[in-house]
């Protein structure tokens, strides 16, 4: 069974998978158990070979993934999303990568021991991050939007200049030792240029033909894939590693096209994008071969992944990022985080290749090397970003936010009481009168429709990992929360219960979770504000269990959430919660009756305790 081919693909797409959900059910970078998966099938247990039994295939099939993955990535360069911080992205996509080259050529001759025509292009290949790698930390980080966006650009922006570097350095190399003319220089300019040319025009040809209806909805994401791919192919058929640089263009192009239907494809795209990285990742990993790991511990080979890291890197930061305002907490951090992937790995071979047939044998050791500086940087950086962030205030937010749509009087109780228990909540309205009840009460609040494109430009969502769509408009609500569906997942999403004669329908095909009692929608909610209703707060102990206090709730009393003892929000659905253990505290929304009672019980006790302290 092992040596089926369809037995191994099936493999190393569920080990892909897996590794993504053990990550996210384990708070783990998701590239170390990728990584570690495929080391396991392949060299430890020998299970599988995907360079052997994929053969001629392979290479190819890994470039397409890549280029597929770098086009998804691209499609996210919006250029108003880095509105108030251009200048340090770019200073650290042209000077920073100046810099790292450099340094990381002289740290390869020197600390390695690379001849300098080698150091001089692997130097170059090693200034690339990439999305692969980058993306899936900052999901993980939860970082504040200045850092998050500079990485993410410095990634996705770099990571095909990288792969030319290194090729414009080996043309330059042979240049130099007289093994090629001044002609070859000439013609990668050329390709370099007709690459992007390429990507520009069917990026903004294929806008136009998206934006005018020429391509119906479901076929829209197939033929951009199809696209991509007929970039890619023919750039790199031109000559190799441009195709990386073209596939780029046509996605920066196509995300300032600002087209309708980006935001469809873009969700699309990031579902293909992780099965992708997380196969390609267990197959380059299983193809390697345990001599390959056991050179990795070459202590010049180590000295050398120890100054990329604590030397090259943070100096290209520091020097690309003088006098363009980011403060210092953010340029350590910069500094630090730079993790390679993908495209270093199936690059470097590559280049180990035709360096080997140009006469350089030290360049049959550019794998093991690049594969000690990935593993280096995916391990530290991986473990360390969350930590680092942490303690440089970087972090979005360490609390589970709400954003509520809606400014109705139940939505500024409900944020009002969360505020009350330390937890970030926004309350959004498309109408700036009706959220007059958050601002008499100090509830921040924006005034906007949260599906509007600027919107998603204009304002930091973050820190909010769970949305209530409360507006008055059931159909609106559904929308939202549809739409939110690949941004936040459907478990965080929830609406306030319709008050249509059948919500079924909605409900199993677009809405969020019907929060509350299912009799109680946002009318009667506002109703009940009106009549007297206040929120009240219960604590479950081991003596007063979650079940007795289901039992000895008045019949009129709305139970809305659980804060759990860790922190953690839990919003009551269709009259119901999960798992309330000691600790946790319940929010209800009770009569004036309740309230009255409670406040005539707790006067009791004081008389009787001191009708005791008398006696």
Known sequence: ???????????????????????????????????????????????????????????????????????????????????????????????????????????????????????????????????????????????????????????????????????????????????????????????????????????????????RGFVPEYLKSPVVFAFVLVAFGISDAVMHETGLLAVTAMGMIMANMHLSSIRDMRHFKENVSVLLISSVFVMLTASLSLDTLKSILDIR????????????????????????????????????????????????????????????????????????????????????????????????TKESGVLIIGGSPFAAAL?????????????????????????????????????????????????YEKMIAATTDDSYNALICASFVPDLGRENLYQTTMHMNDPQNYRKSLGGKMLFEPTQDIHKLNDLLEQ??????TSITDKYTYNQFMRSKAPDSIPLFVVREEGDISFFVNGKVRNVESGATIVSLVSPAVKEARVQERLEQERRKQATSKD
């Open 1 to 211: 069974m092992l040596d089926s081919l369809l037995f191994q693909i099936t493999l190393i797409v569920f080990l892909g998978i897996l590794s993504q959900w053990l990550a996210w059910r384990f708070n783990i970078p998701a590239i170390v158990i990728m990584s570690f998966a495929g080391l396991l099938v392949g060299p430890f247990l020998g299970l599988i070979d995907p360079s052997q039994s994929f053969g001629a295939i392979f290479n190819p099939l890994i470039s397409l993934a890549v280029a597929i993955i770098l086009f998804e990535g691209s499609l996210s360069l919006d250029f108003r999303e880095i509105k108030g911080f251009r200048k340090p992205i770019f200073r650290i996509s042209t000077i920073g990568a100046f810099v790292a080259w450099i340094a990381g050529s002289l740290a390869a001759h020197y600390v390695a021991g690379l001849s300098l025509q080698v150091a001089f292009v692997i130097g170059g290949l090693f200034i690339v991050t990439g999305p692969t790698v980058i993306l899936p930390l900052l999901r993980q980080a939860k970082l504040k939007e200045r850092p998050a966006s500079i990485l993410k650009w410095e990634g996705i922006v770099v990571d095909p200049f990288g792969a030319l570097l290194a090729l414009f350095a080996f043309n330059v190399v042979l240049f130099i030792d007289a093994q090629t003319t001044g002609v070859a220089l000439l013609e990668f300019f050329a390709a370099a240029l007709f690459a992007v040319v390429l990507g520009l025009g069917i990026g903004f040809g294929l806008g136009i033909l998206l934006e």
């Open 301 to 396: 080979m180590l000295l050398f992944v120890l100054a990329m890291m604590f030397i090259v890197r943070p100096l290209s930061i520091f020097i690309a990022t003088i006098n363009t305002g980011v403060p210092l907490n953010e340029k350590i951090l910069l500094g630090w985080i730079a993790p390679r992937g993908i495209v270093a790995l199936t690059v470097s071979g590559y280049f180990a290749t035709v360096l080997v047939d140009a006469g350089y044998e030290d360049g049959q050791v550019l794998t093991a090397l690049t594969l000690a500086l990935v593993f280096a940087t995916v391990l530290a950086h991986g473990f360390s970003i969350s930590w680092l962030a942490d303690k440089l205030g970087l972090t979005a």
């Open 415 to 463: 944020a009002q009481e969360l505020q009350e228990l330390n937890k970030p909540v926004l309350i959004m309205d498309r109408n700036w009168q009706d959220l007059r009840d958050a601002r008499r009460t100090g509830i921040p609040s924006l005034a906007g429709d949260v599906l509007s494109e600027q919107t998603e430009y204009s304002v930091d969502l973050s820190p």
């Open 532 to 537: 007297g209703f206040v929120m009240r707060r």
